[in-house]
């Protein structure tokens, strides 16, 4: 492996380090500018902690503060404008990722004056950035110890710079002035630290040296993100740990830079202000998933190392990284293509990565979804007559009244868009009870109607076997094959519903929409979303009535199920299944 690994900051760690290395600011200059964040570095502790240094050493000192998240080209020249005026000749940035990114950009622009933000982006010569010392009090970028820095531009995108002259003379790591961090913000870089060593582990650039590093911080982070997951207390120790971790993670995000779910994370934060950690944590479960899935030796270390399997690292991480309510419509995914094309990082994919793979990673995380809740009419007079109903019109039983009650009150607080319903009278009557806490209108689709039993309409079930034998068997041995004398054939029932399902789901995109339907039909929709044929519809479920079905489908009309069948509603004694046993034989 052809490793490089330059790292030339000098960290100064441990308790109070800025205290005990007060002298080395002298080294610097007489006066200096310092960069923070709205109040980070006064609540830290750090900010007080560096004046006294510079006092001690009659360094004089002015502070632009106010650096924001995501810290934005034009702060940065306006800080730059002021350590030029001040005569600062250091910078030294206090806070997390954003003021200590922004201190970096200052400390060019401040040594170049005349430059312009935008100009950091370009590899024109300039001269080297002023001095500059870094004092982090997030455990999570280990922006101390990089030459990065990521800025937001003027149209909005984050894009990094790099470069020898934005390592720091000196970087302080003190893990105390993170005890201040709350819950949330601890969560969120501590994922950021994450990913920074798991990204950097699976790349194919990783050697020995940043496989070491990554190895070394992987686990205590892990079980640190773990606690806060389970809900431990946020002690002083684990802030520690998680910052010893952050740093080393930054070494590897130094000398390796970042895969995927890093360029993926900044389209969220942009677009939804999702906190940097969590926006790239949320792509961190797939780009494992995928380098176990082609078989890369370091992501199988990854589940050694954490003692996890992907199923758990994926709980942990999509529930810390809290990213619902991201939707995108496949307009908005179709306008991120070029964005997408040509990452540097996917150099950093075991096996590659690129634009489509991104896309559809997109889609299927945040694809705008329509959710159909797909529910099987309560019972009928006919199911209680045992009679093959078909398009025979029967309104709801008794039974089937309370079956509506329970699902009623089951989907109360069930945000619905809109309610659709085949034109039949027990579906539509079901429809009807659903909507007695929405107030919508009913919607009907002729396609959401039942199979036509033609000559079985009105049969009892039965006389069935004897009067249509033949069919009769395929109902229960080869559904996929029954033909209903005079009536449909399964197979039109099953491309007849899936159109019906279909066109609600046009008609609604991004909504939920409560769809009543049939035994027969659902069960054949069920059938191609599990199957992707009607040949296996002899093995696929049916559902009680007023059980339903959750269908999430993507703007491409990909369907994925979400619950199958649920009649968690019904008691046994409401059940239509629990005391039926004519309809399946
Ligand atoms: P941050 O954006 O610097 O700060 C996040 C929030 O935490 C802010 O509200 C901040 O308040 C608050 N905060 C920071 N320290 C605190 C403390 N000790 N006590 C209480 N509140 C505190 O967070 P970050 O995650 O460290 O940095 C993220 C930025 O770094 C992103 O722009 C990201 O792209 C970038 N990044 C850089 C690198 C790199 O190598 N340079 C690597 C990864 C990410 P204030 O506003 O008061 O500061
Ligand atoms: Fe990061």
């Known amino acids: 492996m052809e490793e490089q690994f330059y790292l030339p ?18 080294a610097l200059g007489k006066r200096c500018l310092l960069v923070t964040g709205r109040s980070s570095a006064e609540k830290s502790g750090a900010l007080a902690d560096v004046t006294a240094a510079l006092e001690e050493n009659a360094i004089a000192w002015e502070v632009f503060s106010g650096i924001g998240e995501n810290p934005r080209l034009d702060d940065c020249e306006r800080a730059a404008a002021q350590a030029i005026a001040s005569g600062a000749e250091f910078v030294v940035g206090i806070g997390g990722g954003s003021p200590m990114d922004a201190a970096k950009a200052v400390a060019v622009l401040a040594a170049n004056p005349g430059m312009d933000g935008a100009s950091l982006y370009s590899s024109a010569p300039r001269k080297r950035a002023l001095p500059l010392v870094l004092v982090g009090t997030t455990s999570g970028t280990g922006s101390e110890v990089s030459a990065v820095s990521v800025l937001t531009d003027a149209s909005g995108r984050k894009r990094s710079i790099k470069g020898d002259d934005l390592y720091a003379a000196f970087a302080f790591g003190d893990a105390k002035y993170t005890f201040s ?29 940043c496989g070491a590093l990554a ?16 809900g431990a207390e946020l002690t002083e120790s684990l802030h520690e740990s998680l910052y010893d971790g952050s740093l080393v993670a930054g070494f590897v995000l130094n000398a390796l830079g970042t895969s995927y779910p890093h360029p993926l994370g900044y389209i969220l934060t942009e677009r939804y202000g999702i906190p940097h950690g969590r926006a790239c ?14 078989g890369c030796a370091r992501a199988k270390r990854v589940t050694e190392l954490l003692g996890v399997t992907t199923e758990r690292f994926s709980e942990v991480f999509l529930a810390l990284a809290d990213c619902g309510g991201v939707s995108l419509t496949e307009e908005e995914l ?26 559809a990673l997109l889609r299927r995380l945040f694809g705008r979804k329509t959710r159909l809740l797909l529910v099987r009419h309560a019972e009928s007079v006919g199911n209680d007559m045992a009679i093959f109903q078909g398009h025979i019109d029967c309104d709801v039983s008794e039974n089937g009244k309370k079956q509506l009650d329970l699902l009623s009150i089951r989907l109360r607080n ?39 039993g033609g000559d079985y309409n009105g049969t009892l079930w039965s006389e069935l076997p004897a009067r249509f034998p033949e069919q009769n068997d395929k109902w229960y041995h080869d559904p996929a094959n029954f033909e209903a004398p005079h009536g449909d054939a399964m197979r039109e029932v099953y491309e007849r519903i899936w159109r019906g399902l279909l066109a609600v789901v046009r008609d609604h995109r991004g909504q939920t929409v409560c769809v009543v339907s049939h ?5 054949c929709a069920v059938c191609r979303m599990l199957y992707g044929t009607i040949d296996r ?49």
Not at 417 to 431: C, E, G, K, W, Y
Request: glycine content about 6%.
């Open 215 to 230: 190895e070394s911080c992987l686990p205590s982070l892990w079980e640190g993100l773990v606690s806060l997951y389970e």
């Open 334 to 359: 179709q306008a991120l293509r070029e964005r997408l094309t040509g990452v540097k990082n996917y150099a950093n994919v075991p096996g590659g990565f690129d634009e489509v793979q991104a896309l």
């Open 181 to 209: 961090m709350s819950r949330k913000e601890t969560i969120s870089t501590g994922l950021d630290a994450f990913c920074h060593a798991m990204e950097g582990y699976l790349s194919p650039k990783c050697g020995a040296v």
């Open 281 to 294: 944590a949320v792509f961190a479960p797939s780009l494992l998933a995928l380098a176990l899935d082609r």
């Open 9 to 26: 900051v000098r960290l100064l760690g441990g308790r109070d380090a800025v205290r005990r290395n007060a002298a080395r600011f002298a």
């Open 414 to 452: 069930v945000r619905l868009d809109a309610i659709a319903s085949s034109p039949l009278l027990r579906a539509v009557r079901s429809a009807e009870a659903i909507n007695r806490f929405h107030q919508l209108p009913v919607e009907i689709y002729d396609d959401l109607i039942e199979i036509d």
């Open 537 to 585: 519809l002899g093995d696929t479920p049916w559902s009680d009535n007023t059980g339903f079905t959750t269908v999430d489908f993507t703007d491409d009309d990909t369907p994925c199920i979400v619950k199958l069948n649920d009649a968690s509603h019904l008691t046994p004694e409401t059940s239509s299944m629990a005391k039926q046993d004519w309809w399946n034989g």
């Open 519 to 523: 035994g027969s039909a659902i069960r």
